[in-house]
């Protein structure tokens, strides 16, 4: 098993590459069929984010480790519009589409670490990490 795949985000059927691929990531690392299925959600909304408004992009899963833990870390990057208003972006209910705005939030409470790096014009990173508890 690698300890890094890339995947491009250009369609749908990229999206469910990367759910697939960080799935198996953290099958590797014991994490729970709820920790596999939290992480898959989180990587569907940030993939489906590229789709939507940038376009293309791309997924990076990483195995990582840090005081005794291991887990993936997923950096989610586009060279799209960028997020205006990071702070309105990150409330629940807030959306520049047809969604229910629930996407970035509900993300980082899917997750152990969410960051955020964006600027209108030049693109945005999200940088997520599921920690197992096995």
Same mark, same amino acid.
Request: no cysteine; charged share 25%; aromatic share 4%.
């Given at each position: 098993?690698?300890?890094?795949? *890339? &995947?491009?985000?250009?369609?749908? %059927?990229?999206?469910?590459?990367? *759910? =697939? ?25 940030? /993939? *489906?984010?590229?789709?939507?408004? %940038?376009?293309?992009?791309? &997924? =990076?899963?990483?195995? &990582?480790? @840090?005081?005794?833990?291991? !887990?993936?870390?997923?950096?989610? /990057? ?5 997020? @205006?208003? &990071?702070?309105?972006?990150? =409330?629940?209910?807030? $959306? ?5 705005? +629930? !996407?970035?939030?509900? $993300? ?7 960051? +955020? *790096?964006?600027?209108?014009?030049? !693109? $945005? ?8 508890? @096995?």
């Amino acid at each position: 098993m690698p300890d890094e795949v *890339r &995947v491009a985000i250009r369609s749908d %059927a990229d999206v469910v590459t990367a *759910r =697939q691929e960080a799935r198996t990531m953290g099958a590797s690392l014991g994490f729970s069929s709820t920790d596999l299925t939290l992480l898959a959600t989180a990587i569907s909304e940030v /993939a *489906r984010n590229i789709t939507t408004y %940038a376009g293309e992009g791309e &997924v =990076q899963l990483r195995l &990582v480790s @840090a005081g005794g833990r291991e !887990g993936i870390e997923v950096i989610a /990057a586009d060279e799209g519009p960028g997020i @205006a208003d &990071v702070e309105l972006a990150m =409330q629940d209910g807030y $959306t520049t589409g047809n969604g229910l705005g +629930l !996407g970035l939030p509900g $993300t980082r409470r899917l997750v152990d670490d969410f960051e +955020l *790096r964006t600027a209108p014009g030049a !693109g $945005t990173t999200i940088r997520l990490v599921k920690w197992s508890r @096995a």
